[in-house]
């Protein structure tokens, strides 16, 4: 973990250093608060909101005012942490002058300091119109969550060879456009580890193996707070949703039974001769 501020630059340092980077999901300020003093160096508000706290059921549905509300409350809770903003579907894929404004909004107006989008060469022109308009971008390739009505759901990508050189192209030609950073996610691992030691940036993987230079995961899969299926490369390290449901039982129980609140949780009238209470 480094003390410092962290911006894109400095996660290639890292890499050069053979320092792991952790990168991990927000969507609001007390979030944001409780992952930067735990140590990591990259926060993304994902896209992925609308999986685990909107309600949809995959990331399309995603607007740019609903990203934007995020990740301004994001901003809030952040110092020291990179802060990278989801651009949602369709928000940088009709024109370059469309991704150049709704980029911009996010750094303007929300306070990221950098932009993810998904998609490989094809995705080089936008990446170029970001990049002169001073916009750092991260890349992500894989299973991207924007094209699963293509892929015909969440499945593992880059099994055969020629999808395995297809990404491996695609990734090489990412970094020749200027991104900082790439995330693999949901391919095999010797794929990932092949493209990690080919390139100069960083490498985050989620479902990537073990070879990325670092790791993603969305913060409701992490604590168990999200109450759908658990994909095969979370390691869960807590159960905050059982946690949660227990407080709310024992808050239930207390309320039914009177036992809250007590006298001691409650406001009395001040007696003359005692100070005021608030």
Known sequence: MTESKVMPPD??????????????????????????????????????????VLGYDSTLPVTVTEQLHHVKAVRRGLKRALLVADLPYLSYHVSQEDAVRNAGRFIQEAGAEAVKLEGGSEMVPVISALLHARIPVMGHLGL???????????????????????????????????????????IPWQLSQQITERLSIPTIGIGAGPYCDGQVLVFHDL????????????????????????????????????TFPSLKESYSVRKKTEPDQE
């Not at 969507?27 to 896209?47: C, F, K, N, Q």
């Not at 990734?171 to 991104?179: C, P, T, V």
């Open 11 to 52: 996660l290639t340092e890292l890499k050069v250093q053979g320092t792991k980077i952790s990168m991990i999901t927000a969507y609001d300020y007390p979030t944001a608060r409780l992952v930067e003093e735990s140590g990591v160096e990259v926060v993304l508000v994902g896209d992925s909101l609308g999986n685990v």
């Open 223 to 258: 604590i168990g707070y999200y109450p759908e299926n658990t994909p095969r490369f979370v390691r869960q390290y807590c159960q905050a949703g059982e946690m949660i449901k227990d407080a709310v039982r024992a808050y239930c129980r207390d309320v039914r039974s009177g």
């Open 144 to 186: 991207t969550p924007q094209s699963i009505n293509l892929f015909g759901g969440y499945k593992v990508q880059g099994k055969p060879k020629k999808e395995a050189d297809r990404i491996m192209d695609n990734a090489l030609a990412l970094e020749q456009a200027g991104i900082f950073a790439l995330v693999l996610e949901g």
